[in-house]
């Protein structure tokens, strides 16, 4: 995930830089230019903004899914231990069932 934010920040960056120098190297008044910089600027950190929502969507949908399939996971896994957990205890009492007989018997 951080190359993908440092992807983000040097497209933003480049994006930025490069509209900068083509603005300041144009044939234009000075009062013109910096408004076309100034608008420039606003495009371009609206789209970052944008790009961060999608981003910020993704990665929350992400854990929302991890979140559920680690629940399940965990529903899953509760159940087959109490499963076991009563097996045992089934097993047990009929051992001690068995045991309790074999001693009432008398020998002979």
Known sequence: MNNRSDFVA???LGGLLGTALALLFAPRPGDE???RLLDSADE???RARE???EVL???RSAAEDLSVRGKSKVDESTAHIR???DRGLETFE???RGQN???ERPEG
Do not use: C, H, L, N
């Open 57 to 59: 969507k993704k990665v």
């Open 94 to 96: 009929e051992r001690v």
């Open 101 to 103: 007989r074999s001693e």
């Open 83 to 85: 499963e076991s957990i």
């Open 33 to 35: 230019m910096r408004d």
């Open 10 to 12: 040097g497209f933003i």
């Open 51 to 53: 790009r961060a929502d």
């Open 44 to 46: 371009v950190r609206e």
